[in-house]
């Protein structure tokens, strides 16, 4: 029989692709049709007069039939208002469609796990995009949902250690903006934090810029890069976007290129995708780094209490985190009600942060027997909510039914 494969998908708002593991554990992209042709475009069409769905080329092909709707920047579609059967139709079209492509370019090697990545992970997109792929059969242990800044991450960490042994730039520049991702391996005791920055560059540089003088284009790229590479040490710089595949961009090589390894491909978070479903889905290579980026907690949370006569802690969140799925509540019992002690732990900017609870006005009672329930939630990405409810003691006292609520935003 032949091997299961491992399947990563980019699902970006123009175009799709595929790259799946092979037996040496590497990615390798699927072409679709003709060699080096790796981009699906994301387009999906409905004729209401034969009741026929398509994707890809052949949705563009049809999409100028009389009764054809297209749909476009697919990703964008949640959120958007959309009818939810009807964006799940949409969706399931389309990724019925990645898929069948995969099986046909892998001579029919069954897909048993698939890693999707997209511009920015959100609750929508991570809930729409697990249904759909539960109704073509794969279950939520068998799909993950990243964003491209973790695929960056996970394609980086798995390259010669000398292209990250400082920090490591992402430029992307197409139709829809120009990006700059910085990522810093902050390394110390383990875990690592692998730290991801993104700046949107697109008031300073557009792809219409671009066409209609790629000399001046290429000047202010090349003195913000002057500028942005005496600010860090920058050791690798990735290049990826339609915009670095027109003619021109001397002044800027001639800036970055200077003692550092430099990069142009459009296949590098797809490929990021694939390593990153290998190391979801197979024995972890790098389970000693923490991924922090836009859409995961970037501090971890602890709360002080003493275990056995000894001082220690427990962990409430960790940095690396889908923000809104950071929760967590623990019960214990309180020698006296009087405060409840937190820290907040950067270990990116090496901080430490203390705060407390002021539980004061909850009732009197003999040391250790007030129980306590602490409910911790993040309510948006840079800010958290603790709270923590009297239990009483069993039979010997009942509840009070008083609550201890705080919110903290983080700076």
């Known amino acids: 029989m032949a091997k299961e494969l491992i399947l990563g998908i980019d699902f970006s708002r123009d175009y799709a692709q595929l790259a799946y593991i092979d037996h040496k554990g590497n990615p390798q992209s699927v072409s679709i049709g003709t060699a080096d042709n790796y981009l699906i475009p994301a387009v999906v069409c409905y004729n209401s007069e034969f009741n026929e769905w398509s994707a890809g080329d052949e949705a563009l092909n049809k999409g100028s ?7 476009r920047d697919l990703p964008l579609l949640y959120g958007g208002g959309m009818k939810k059967e009807k964006l799940h139709q949409i969706m399931v079209v389309f990724f019925s469609y990645l898929i069948k492509l995969a099986v046909n370019e892998c001579n029919g090697r069954l897909i048993k796990n698939i ?3 997209v511009e920015e992970v959100t609750p929508a997109i991570l809930n729409g995009l697990t249904e759909v792929l539960a109704g073509l059969g794969y279950g939520e242990e068998d799909v993950k949902i990243i964003s491209h800044s973790e695929s960056f991450v996970y394609y980086t960490l798995n390259q010669n250690k000398d292209i990250w042994i400082n920090k490591v730039l992402f430029l992307e520049l197409n139709r829809h903006g120009f990006t700059c991702r910085r990522l810093e391996v902050v390394k110390g005791k383990e875990p690592h934090v692998a730290d ?3 700046e949107d560059l697109s008031d300073m540089l557009t792809m219409e810029m671009v066409e209609k003088d790629g000399d001046a284009a290429d000047r202010i790229l090349a003195d913000y890069m002057d500028m942005l590479l005496k600010k860090h040490v920058v050791s ?7 915009g670095f595949y027109k003619e021109g961009w001397q002044k800027t090589l001639q800036i970055i290129c200077r003692n550092r390894r430099v990069f ?4 590098l978070i797809v490929k990021g995708a694939a390593y990153g479903a290998k190391e979801t889905f197979l024995p972890s290579t ?5 991924i922090a980026c836009k859409g995961r907690t970037r501090v971890k949370i602890t709360m002080a209490l003493e275990y056995k006569g000894k001082d220690s802690n427990i962990t409430l969140s960790n940095i690396g985190d889908y923000w809104y799925n950071a929760r967590s509540k623990v019960e214990c019992i309180m020698e006296k009600p009087t405060q409840a002690v937190f820290e907040i732990q950067d270990l990116i900017a090496h901080t430490r942060e203390n705060f407390t609870l002021d539980l004061r006005e909850f009732p009197q009672r003999e040391p250790n027997t007030t129980r306590i329930e602490v409910d911790f939630k993040y309510i948006d990405e840079d800010k958290f909510e603790i709270q923590i409810r009297d239990l009483g003691f069993g039979e010997f006292f009942e509840s009070s039914g008083m609550v201890v609520k705080r919110e903290i935003t983080i700076q």
Request: hydrophobic share 40%; charged share 10%; no cysteine.
């Open 236 to 242: 690798g710089i990735y290049l990826s976007g339609e």
């Open 196 to 198: 991801v920055a993104v």
């Open 115 to 117: 890693l999707v990545t």
């Open 65 to 71: 039939l009389v009764n054809s709707q297209l749909y």
């Open 264 to 267: 142009k491909g459009n296949n």
């Open 286 to 290: 790098l389970d000693s780094y923490l």
